[in-house]
């Protein structure tokens, strides 16, 4: 049976549109999940997270059992304008390199689909053509963003069983920062940190680009499309398309880092339940994505300490549900077992 992806946007206002009419969860599917939960040998709730996750897995494929069969990592590559002034420790040139050595199969997100089972699919967009420098006009023109919107759309369609989304492009911890900043408030300091290896110096530096950003486009910034549009860059753009294609044909996400998580802050603005089937796949070392995580009140799977991008942390994650769906689908029922439910009879340990 052939599947479909969301259909393409025609025009930005659409996007709003489709955040307007999104599908909820499957409730049968995550009572059943929780109705097994119970039944399983051992203590109620003793798999902490895992149950939880076993049960939204479920949820949003709309079945129980859960599977995790057709995984596919989606990293979006983009370059930005803004990288002439002094922002990353890397030239732009680096972006269509790593997309090169992705192809390869030579970056650690490659041994990561791999070592999980998942389709990595790579999408480079318009890299030869870098966005405009934020400071100076909008980093896309809305035809550009909508473009980057349905590049996104695209990379989704029915009968997934989960997407993980992530990025590549040298100067896109600025963009997101940028984002970031003028969505939550605040100086741009609490934001700006040292994204591919900046010294303090550098920082200082990406925080002054970026006040300087939020003052020449301050009067479109109560408009968290135009926020994403000004500030935001290709990848970002492409990510939250994906994101929102993901809710609308029910496939659970996983978000990478700092980058991805600014671009799910923008459907979230949007949208106060744009992110229910998302998780958060991890907490990187880049400050600011705590701050990003508290207000989007996603509890990071791993902390890890990454910073890598390129979904690496997303990925990585693959590996905490694939353990909770093992034990959900895999551990016997008391009936099953023959183990006594009655409380003193079972043989459990307290913990």
Same mark, same amino acid.
């Given at each position: 049976?052939?599947?479909?992806? @969301?259909?393409? $946007?025609?025009? $930005?206002?659409?996007? =709003?549109?489709?955040?307007?009419?999104?599908?909820? @969860?499957?409730?049968?599917?995550?009572?059943?999940?929780?109705?097994?939960?119970?039944?399983?040998?051992?203590?109620?709730?003793?798999?902490?997270?895992?149950?939880?996750?076993?049960?939204?897995?479920?949820?949003?494929?709309?079945? !129980? @059992?859960?599977?995790?069969?057709?995984?596919?990592?989606?990293? #979006?590559?983009?370059? !930005? %304008?803004?990288?002439?002034?002094?922002?990353?420790?890397? @030239?732009?040139? *680096?972006?269509?390199?790593? /997309?090169?050595? #992705?192809?390869?199969?030579?970056?650690?997100?490659?041994?990561?689909? =791999?070592?999980?089972?998942?389709?990595?699919? /790579?999408?480079?967009?318009?890299? !030869?053509?870098?966005t405009e420098d934020f400071v100076d006009a909008p980093a896309m023109s809305p035809e550009a963003c909508l473009a980057a919107l349905n590049a996104g759309l695209a990379a989704v369609e029915e009968g997934l069983?989960?997407?993980? *989304?992530?990025?590549?492009?040298?100067?896109?911890?600025?963009?997101?920062a940028a984002v970031a900043a003028a969505l939550l408030g605040g100086p741009p300091q609490r934001f700006a940190g040292p994204g591919t290896g900046l010294d303090p110096e550098g920082v200082r530096r990406k925080a002054m680009v970026i006040e300087a950003a939020l003052d020449r486009h301050r009067h479109a910034l109560d408009d968290p499309l135009? *926020?994403?549009?000004?500030? %935001?860059?290709?990848?970002?753009?492409?990510?939250?398309?994906?994101? $929102?294609?993901?809710?609308?044909?029910?496939?659970?996400? $996983?978000?990478?880092? #700092? *980058?991805?998580a600014a671009a799910a802050l923008v459907l979230q603005r949007l949208c106060g339940d744009a992110l229910a089937h998302a998780q958060a796949g991890h907490r990187s070392a880049e400050p600011a994505h705590r701050l990003i995580l508290e207000e989007l009140r996603l509890q990071p799977l791993l902390d890890l300490g990454m910073r890598l991008g390129e979904a690496s942390g997303a990925a990585t994650a693959i590996g905490i549900l694939k353990a909770a769906v093992a034990c959900h689908n895999g551990m016997a029922t008391f009936e099953d077992a023959g183990v006594s439910r009655s409380h003193g009879e079972a043989g459990f340990g307290e913990d």
């Open positions: 049976m052939a599947t479909a992806c @969301p259909a393409p $946007l025609k025009a $930005l206002a659409e996007f =709003r549109d489709r955040l307007a009419a999104l599908p909820g @969860p499957c409730t049968r599917s995550a009572r059943a999940a929780r109705e097994r939960q119970g039944q399983l040998t051992k203590p109620p709730g003793s798999l902490g997270r895992l149950e939880e996750l076993a049960a939204w897995l479920a949820a949003w494929q709309g079945r !129980h @059992p859960p599977r995790l069969e057709r995984i596919r990592i989606a990293v #979006f590559a983009g370059n !930005h %304008g803004v990288v002439r002034r002094g922002v990353s420790a890397y @030239p732009a040139a *680096v972006t269509e390199q790593m /997309v090169r050595n #992705f192809e390869a199969g030579g970056a650690a997100i490659n041994q990561l689909a =791999r070592a999980f089972g998942a389709e990595l699919r /790579v999408y480079a967009l318009e890299l !030869h053509s870098p069983d989960l997407l993980c *989304v992530g990025e590549m492009g040298i100067g896109n911890t600025t963009a997101a135009e *926020v994403l549009r000004r500030l %935001g860059g290709r990848e970002l753009a492409a990510m939250a398309g994906a994101v $929102l294609g993901a809710r609308l044909v029910r496939v659970p996400v $996983l978000l990478d880092g #700092f *980058v991805c």
